[in-house]
């Protein structure tokens, strides 16, 4: 089912209370996939995207990939900082937002010999999760990597040390689940023409493990479940361009591989964007959006929308379980992935898209329905979360583990 059938959900001046009613209406009967609730931009950032169980509201983002953000990190989305806040920190002059944190965390963060007397700058937020940050640092011309705690507002080390300086969209990393451990995305430095999976140590910062993909534009994202130990990766077993593995850490075994991921091309390059896990991990999302660069076109939008599959799969042995499609007016080479990117909401089990239909460039929110998977601890979690605030969850009379497993934290061994 795809997201052509936008028109008949349409719920025109709906107020925040009647998608609250709506919502608990339909998920009774709807079946998975089925489209929940429909509205425009607006209506969903005054009320609509806390109605139907989702915190974020930003949807869109003018952000480029390459100058402020990168594929992990949304400057209009991010909640590490406030970055219009105002300090001694700011000149008068006017500043992006992206320098304004750059500042930040040179200022708050980074020991004054570095900043100042080694000249460390940073270059970019690499990934982040929870309280732990990982900042892309250069040094004379060399990058390097820098960990920052925000739960003790600590600058806890550098690791990975380059002799050269990569620029932002070469790079791409991820903290695993339990913040120990950061997986890096880099060229390499011995090979021509290939990049590195690196595996740092957050706590001693020491490599622990690296290997080389066969193919350059593998992507990776860690499997919430697991502390540490579970990845997904697209084409990372040698003539295997159009596949997702599950793989194993630290050996890097790989457990299961769908070798059919994209019906339509024999390849995932240059069409795959995004990996993403639900936020239960029974799902993985793999984003394919068509190639095209439309940037100097984009004002007067002479020009078709780019068309956006998310291909569901099974996050347990990779089987494809769905499709959806649909149609963004934006560019999929440098705008800014939250642009056609899905959402999760906090319960893990809706999904909201922006979209555009062929007829009309005005942007809208569709939610969709996930299938409820896992076990009947993982239902109750649902239920749970769709009755109760975020904020108010850690207050709930319950054990700690409990508490972690409503946050969708892995469970400690």
Known sequence: MGAEESRNGNYGLMGASAVVHNMKRQVQHARPWSLLHQCSLDQWKSGHAGAAGFVETTMTCTGMVNKECNPTFCISRQGIINVNKSGPVFSFRRKSKFTKMAEHFEYNHIPAHLSSIQNFHVKSVLCYRGDMVVLHLVRNLMTQFGVIDLAINKFTGIFGKKSVEFVNEALRGEISPDCNLCLIKIPSLTTNNCFDFQLFSLHTRELLTEIVPPYNHALFTFDPRFCSSRLAVTSFLQGEDNSLSLVQLPGWDVVATNSRV????????????????????????????????????????????????????????????????????????????????????????????????????????????????????????????????????????????????????????
Not at 279 to 295: L, N, P, Y
């Open 262 to 413: 994209d019906d339509l091309r024999s390849s995932l390059s240059p069409h795959l964007k995004e990996l993403q896990y639900s936020r239960d991990g029974h799902m993985i999302f793999a984003v394919m959006a068509t190639s095209g660069c439309h940037c100097r076109e984009k004002k007067a939008r002479r020009f078709q929308p780019i068309d956006i599959s998310i291909y569901v799969l099974n996050g347990d042995n990779t089987q494809t379980l769905h499709c959806i499609q649909y149609h963004r007016y934006t560019c999929a080479l440098h705008s800014c992935p939250i642009n056609y990117m899905p959402l999760l909401s906090v319960c893990g089990s809706r999904m909201a898209i922006v979209l555009n239909d062929l007829d009309t460039s005005i942007d809208h929110i569709q939610v969709y329905k996930l299938p409820t998977t896992g076990d009947l601890q993982n239902r109750c979690r649902i239920r749970i979360l769709q009755t109760f605030a975020p904020e108010f969850i850690p207050k709930l009379p319950l054990p700690g583990r409990l508490i972690s497993y409503l946050k969708f934290k892995p469970e400690t061994t």
